[in-house]
């Protein structure tokens, strides 16, 4: 048994808990926007149907509570959303990349200021990671206000570097040493 698998988080509004297998048909309604895959890596793709929702839950549990600490968020029962993080390697194994994303029905509650706070409790509490970097696009306003509520630092821009559907921009990079 895994232990991460039974973790459980709670912030004033929100619940948190890893990824099931009986979550994938929920994630679609909620992820299957342009709003949220335009901020994220191709990885969170669109649209959102039920094979991505399934290869998400997978991957969430490949490695979970290793170098994987991902977690589904609820808000009074319903599946809002998602945190995590993911170990770096070689010689950056003690820190790890943090992720998150909410449907936009929940946009500017400060419901991700109050998530993304409570998984960097839960990461220097609770786990062997002690430094957590985090990266933004530039068009992203809202995400880097988060990471500066929540105690990151901006530690660097990597102009254009990211082409998103036709679009440049450049990554914000922001660290936190836990
Ligand atoms: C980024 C995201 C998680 C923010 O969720 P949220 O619950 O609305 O965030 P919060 O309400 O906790 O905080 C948002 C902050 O950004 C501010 N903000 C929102 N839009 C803004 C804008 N266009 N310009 C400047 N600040 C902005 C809000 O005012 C708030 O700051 P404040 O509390 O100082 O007023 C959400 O927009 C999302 O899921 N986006 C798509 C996925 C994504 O971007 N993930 C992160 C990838 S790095």
């Known amino acids: 048994m895994n232990d991460f698998l039974d973790t459980r988080l709670e912030t004033a509004r929100c619940r948190l808990r890893p990824w099931r297998m009986e979550d994938i048909p929920l994630i679609p309604p909620v992820a299957n926007t342009r709003e949220i895959s335009w901020n994220t890596s191709f990885r969170f793709p669109h649209p959102f149907d039920e094979a991505a929702a399934e290869r998400l ?4 549990r490949d490695g979970a509570g290793g170098d994987k600490w991902q977690f589904a968020v609820f808000l009074g029962g319903k599946l809002v959303g998602s945190c995590g993080t993911i170990r ?5 194994a003690h820190t790890a ?3 998150y994303w909410l449907d936009p029905a929940h946009w500017g509650k400060g419901l991700a200021t109050e998530i993304v706070g409570e998984l960097v409790r839960y990461m220097r509490d609770e786990t062997v ?8 696009f530039g068009w992203n ?3 880097r206000r988060v990471l500066e509520k929540t105690g990151f630092r901006q530690e660097g821009l990597r102009r254009g570097v990211v ?3 036709g679009k440049l921009t450049d990554l914000w990079i922001y660290g936190l040493l836990l």
């Open 57 to 60: 839950v997978h991957w969430s």
């Open 88 to 92: 770096g390697t070689d010689v950056e």
């Open 97 to 99: 990349k943090v992720g």
């Open 129 to 136: 990671i002690e430094q957590l970097t985090a990266v933004c």
């Open 141 to 143: 306003p809202a995400s």
């Open 163 to 165: 082409r998103k559907w």
